[in-house]
């Protein structure tokens, strides 16, 4: 089974995918491959600023295609990949904060920033990668290149089991520190191995800092 980049193309709707689809996945309305390495669709009703999932590796084409609520964008160094037109039309995005020290490769892309304005748009970059980003193909068009960037920070995160019945499970968490960029949402993720992550079951409850309670 294969969805192909552009398929939920201006889908307004926020994506949920059954937690037992054998090939993908959703996280906060967002369309992702099973793993969550490839994100494929982004709601054009989203807004604000969103920070790509660290394990996500490839930006498919035309993922955020007419997203014009996007203002802000963060990229992870564990990304290596971005499609033709994944930004198109994000008309009013403002920032994009790019971690990687060597700029993604986006010579096989095409027009992956189309209609971006990037005359107002600023580009953020780790220190030292200026010039790298300056001559780096469609990244060079970024008129204001800011190398500003350090090495991105864990959130701050406590978790506690303060309820255990033959039905149900209480999570009481609290994040003291957002980390940098931000971490997008609160919540658990759980599983039936070791070491789940946030393409098995998780929770979504609530942004930035603060307490919260998951039930599993």
Not at 151 to 178: E, H, Q
């Amino acid at each position: 089974i294969l969805i192909s980049g552009g398929a939920f193309g201006s889908c307004s709707a926020l994506i949920t995918v059954d937690p037992a689809n054998l090939y993908y996945s959703s996280l906060n309305g967002v369309l992702y491959n099973k793993k969550q390495t490839l994100l494929i669709q982004y709601p054009t009703s989203k807004t604000g600023s969103f920070t790509i999932p660290s394990t996500v590796t490839s930006i498919g084409e035309y993922s955020f295609e007419a997203c014009t609520g996007l203002t802000s964008i963060s990229i992870f160094s564990s990304l290596t990949s971005i499609g033709p037109y994944a930004f198109a039309g994000c008309k009013n995005l403002n920032s994009i904060y790019s971690f990687p020290a060597t700029p993604i490769d986006l010579t096989s892309s095409t027009k992956v920033f189309s209609s971006v304005n990037t005359a107002s748009c600023i580009l953020y970059v780790p220190t030292n990668s200026s010039s790298l980003y300056k001559s780096a193909n469609q990244w060079k068009d970024f008129i204001n290149i800011s190398p500003t960037l350090t090495t991105p920070t864990l959130p701050t995160v406590t978790t506690a089991v303060n309820y255990l019945s033959s039905s149900f499970v209480r999570i009481d968490g609290n994040v003291t520190n957002t980390g940098s960029p931000a971490l997008e949402t609160r919540g658990i993720c759980w599983g039936t191995t070791a070491n789940p992550t946030i393409a098995n079951n998780n929770t979504s409850e609530g942004i930035g800092s603060g307490i919260f309670t998951s039930i599993i």
